[in-house]
């Protein structure tokens, strides 16, 4: 399949937790990458692979993959997670093409 | 720390060839971690895989503009560049170049570092 799919926007209390999700067939065969994007800024890598967090990305942030469903979570939300998050992955034809989510709008209330 | 530096014309005229390059610095673009990449985001919209090359030059493009694109590696450059060609307003966008890595044991992909991106504006 070619598709990533993720909820357009999705919204948290400051402090609890959030789950934002990716869903597709691709991730059945590879893990899913996540990237941070805030307004005005290139994305951010923060989580790949099984669930790995690159230097300096904080261990609120984590990664899990169930099925064809890739997700990030986010435990105890802070105002500056506020951004929008992408997942990625490999298309799982064989050809090396590099697949990304519509992205999730992430608000902290 | 391998830095990246898009650099190209922000305005483009319709039809013609949008012309990018990526600098490479602080590491080598002749290095068998990276594959170097092209990612672009339109205006309000999310992001596009261009595509991918390898220093020794095999390349991978998105199929939706296969017909379209052309990446290249300059190893005594240390760049990476991108030619889209008859581009229209659709093509309008911040073009990124990044490093995308292929798990050598797990199957994952990732675009470990990413430039700062340039936007390309395509008008008359």
């Known amino acids: 399949s070619s598709d990533l799919t993720q909820d357009p926007a999705v919204s948290v209390a400051l402090g609890q937790t959030v789950r934002i999700t990716c869903q597709g067939d691709?991730?059945?065969?590879?893990?899913a990458s996540w990237y941070q994007q805030k307004p005005g800024q290139a994305p951010l890598l923060v989580i790949y692979?099984?669930?790995n967090r690159p230097s300096g990305i904080p261990d609120r942030f984590s990664g899990s993959r169930s099925g064809n469903t890739a997700s990030l979570t986010i435990i105890g939300a802070q105002a500056e997670d506020e951004a929008d998050y992408y997942c990625?992955?490999?298309?799982?034809?064989?050809?090396?093409?590099?697949?990304f989510g519509g992205g999730t709008q992430l608000t902290v209330l | 720390q391998l830095q990246l530096q898009e650099s190209g014309p922000g305005l483009v005229n319709p039809s013609e060839t949008l012309s990018l390059t990526c600098t490479v610095s602080?590491?080598?673009?002749?290095?068998?971690?990276?594959?170097w990449a092209w990612i672009r985001q339109p205006p309000g919209k999310g992001l596009e895989w261009i595509g991918s090359?390898?220093?020794?030059?095999?390349?991978y493009y998105n199929p939706s503009l296969k017909s379209r694109v052309t990446m290249s590696v300059d190893t005594s450059k240390n760049q990476f560049s991108l030619k889209l060609s008859s581009v229209t307003a659709a093509d309008t966008a911040v073009y990124y170049c990044?490093?995308?890595?292929?798990?050598?044991?797990?199957?994952?992909?990732?675009?470990?570092?990413w430039g700062q991106g340039t936007l390309v504006i395509v008008s008359s």
């Open positions: 692979g099984k669930n």
């Open positions: 691709s991730l059945r065969t590879y893990y």
């Open positions: 990625n992955s490999r298309d799982s034809s064989g050809n090396h093409l590099e697949l």
């Open positions: 990044a490093t995308l890595i292929h798990g050598p044991t797990v199957n994952m992909d990732v675009f470990d570092i």
């Open positions: 602080g590491g080598s673009i002749s290095s068998d971690t990276y594959y």
């Open positions: 090359v390898y220093y020794l030059g095999s390349t």
